[in-house]
């Protein structure tokens, strides 16, 4: 028997609860098939997404999930020019025609690329760092001294992955419009591991202190606005403050979603919950980082 | 009397990476152990952190290579920490954790002669030090004379920043770190 993982049409993170709950029971005892042929595009959050969900499968020792490619020529090409299909290759069993991925350009800052040691995480900040630095200040407005915070975010939520996830993850980032949500040029930098999460990994050291609240709400609460870590040592958690304050320099937007729950930092420009509980269960930590232009972008 | 750490040069001996990117924990903490090896046999009496020609520094190398360097030692221990060749992103990051860990250290931006202090330090103790780095050692009460303050108050931010290692502290007298 095999399952449908209806991939959302448009595929963000506000969509990725509806495609989190297709899994059902985690990990899912049927065979899986992400079944993508509808959808007309995807934001990096969707991209790393889908290949997290396909590690977790295949870490829980599933079978490897099938993958039926986009019918859009076009949204087909874009996903090859991401890298997704590159990676998908080798996590999915792929049903329809991939194109090359040398197709042309994406408009990624950072293509789909794959984090699983500190070794990685040097190799993103070092060829993002100026591309990045390049948009930001001619796309989003934002200063040359202040882009390398932007660097530094990435650096801090990719590191994360290695040191607390137990497991690899997934990053990517884009420069695009958000006409419909903004009106602004944004980027956005995704960030997506298939570990163990946020709550299984500070429980150990801050579960007692919240007793019968403990969930993965409260963890997300302790990491995200309490800036504490699993680690005992008093430097520890600064990665995520660090995150948090260039975020709200930029009013921007960060979202981590863990395990059933979903934790924001709202700007006035957007209308999320800044909690969301007992949605349905994903593995691992997903973040989203979203940075407006300051100004109405001029493409 | 001085020895210089080129962060540049032992983030490409630690890492095989083309990019001067000074980030992640495990990288840090590879440096600041490369740095303690050669401490160990050095002698100097100011140990300089050059952070010229690297283009990026997050907070937990920060962390790692700064805040814990200082941490490991106790008022008056040798070396005294001095950092130099910081650009303002790089400031942030070690600002950042020195405040975070009550800690603070002296660094030289490139267009002065003078140290600034990064970090914790109050306003007196910033005052002390600015005054013993432009107009040389003092005791209390010289240092008082010079700021206009009473002698217990120039005793106090004597203290501080013997405390934060920001200059040397001998027979109540505060003398600058030697500077390059």
Redesign the interface.
């Known amino acids: 028997m095999t399952r449908i993982i209806e991939v959302p049409a448009s595929f963000d993170d506000r969509s990725f609860d509806q495609f989190a709950g297709c899994f059902g029971a985690w990990p899912p005892e049927e065979r899986l098939l992400f079944d993508a042929r509808g959808a007309q595009w995807a934001s990096p959050y969707g991209l790393i997404t889908m290949l997290t969900a396909a590690q977790a499968l295949a870490e829980a020792r599933r079978e490897k999930p099938l993958f039926a490619v986009p019918q859009s020529d076009e949204v087909r090409r874009y996903w090859a020019r991401t890298g997704f299909f590159r990676h998908a290759e080798s996590l999915f069993e792929i049903h329809g025609r991939v194109p090359k991925a040398s197709a042309g350009p994406s408009d990624a800052l950072l293509d789909v690329t794959p984090i699983q040691a500190m070794e990685d995480v040097h190799d993103v900040v070092g060829r993002i760092a100026e591309p990045a630095a390049r948009i930001l200040n001619e796309q989003l407005g934002i200063g040359v001294n202040e882009t390398m915070r932007f660097s530094m975010a990435l650096s801090e939520a990719c590191q994360n992955i290695v040191e607390h996830s137990g497991t690899g993850g997934w990053v990517a980032v884009q420069a695009y419009n958000w006409r419909r949500r903004l009106g602004r040029r944004v980027v956005v930098i995704a960030v997506s591991d298939a570990g163990i999460g946020f709550r299984p990994s500070l429980e150990p050291s801050h579960a007692k202190r919240y007793g019968d609240r403990w969930d993965d709400g409260a963890a997300l609460e302790a990491a995200l606005i309490q800036n504490v870590s699993r680690f005992r040592d008093p430097g520890r958690g600064q990665g995520i403050a660090s995150i948090k304050r260039s975020v709200n320099h930029w009013d921007g937007k960060i979202s981590i979603r863990s395990g059933t729950a979903r934790l924001s930092i709202v700007p006035g420009w957007d209308d999320d919950a800044p909690l969301a509980e007992r949605l349905p269960f994903f593995p691992g930590a997903q973040v989203q980082i979203t940075i407006p232009a300051r100004e109405p972008a001029t493409e | 009397m001085i020895e210089t750490f080129r962060l540049h040069q032992l983030l490409r001996e630690t890492?095989?990476?083309?990019?001067?990117?000074l980030?992640?924990?495990?990288?840090g903490a590879a440096i600041r152990n490369r740095i303690e090896q050669s401490l160990e046999t050095s002698g100097c009496v100011t140990a300089l952190l050059d952070f010229a020609e690297v283009?990026?520094l997050?907070?937990?190398c920060a962390?790692e290579v700064v805040?814990?360097l200082l941490l490991a030692r106790g008022p008056g221990e040798r070396p005294y920490f001095v950092l130099s060749g910081l650009?303002?992103?790089?400031r942030?990051?070690v600002e950042?954790?020195l405040r975070?860990?009550q800690l603070a250290v002296a660094a030289l931006r490139d267009a002065e002669r003078a140290p600034a202090v990064l970090g914790c330090a109050d306003e007196d103790a910033r005052l002390a030090f600015e005054s013993v780095c432009s107009d040389g050692p003092a005791d209390d009460r010289a240092l008082g004379a010079r700021l206009g303050w009473a002698p217990e108050r120039a005793a106090r931010a004597i203290e501080d920043l013997a405390w934060l290692r920001l200059a040397q502290v001998s027979d109540g007298t505060l003398r600058p770190v030697p500077l390059p």
């Open positions: 890492v095989q990476s083309p990019y001067r990117c980030v992640t924990r495990p990288t283009e990026m997050d907070f937990s962390d805040a814990k650009h303002d992103g790089q942030e990051a950042h954790v975070h860990r």
